[in-house]
């Protein structure tokens, strides 16, 4: 199972590799062609700016999920610690101790998936808005050589 996720993986990224080169030289060409360098320089530079707006949304997410990863780690740790020390807990009255404990690192844990869950809506939000005005921005590039009369 664990091999065919594998191959199907690499399979999509080897595709992706492959056919992502030709198809942006073919369409910059192709906007090239139809609307003269305004058109490409001004797609390129948009794309530009939405990746490194998004870059800038997504890298605190990425420390926010490490942050995360660790915090969950720790609560199983801890939680295996005390299935076995239970007895020596109860015989110790440790509840009390062990019950705070236990929230506490639960607590932390919803709090950054808090965190979290924020960053991503601002992350979809800005990804979404620049899908938006990518589609919008085409057109309007599209329209810049048609009303000079480049077409007649």
Not at 8 to 16: A, K, N, P, V
Not at 25 to 51: D, E, N, Q, R, S
Not at 76 to 86: F, K
Request: with cysteine; aromatic share 14%.
């Amino acid at each position: 199972q664990d091999v065919d996720k594998l191959t199907e993986t690499l399979q999509s990224i080897i595709l992706q590799i492959v056919v992502f080169p030709g198809v942006v030289i073919y369409y910059t060409y192709k906007c090239w062609h139809a609307m003269g360098y305004l058109g490409p320089v001004c797609i390129y530079g948009y794309f530009t700016v939405a990746y490194i707006l998004n870059s800038f949304l997504m890298s605190p997410i990425v420390a926010e999920v490490f942050r995360l990863e660790r915090k969950e780690g720790h609560f199983r740790y801890i939680h295996v610690n005390l299935r076995s020390s239970a007895e020596s807990a109860a015989f110790s009255d440790a509840e009390q101790v062990e019950h705070a404990n236990f929230q506490a690192t639960l607590k932390s844990i919803l709090d950054s998936k808090q965190k979290i869950v924020t960053k991503e809506l601002l992350l979809n939000m800005a990804v979404n808005t620049s899908d938006y005005i990518g589609a919008i921005l085409s057109y309007i590039i599209l329209a810049i050589p048609i009303f000079s009369g480049m077409y007649d």
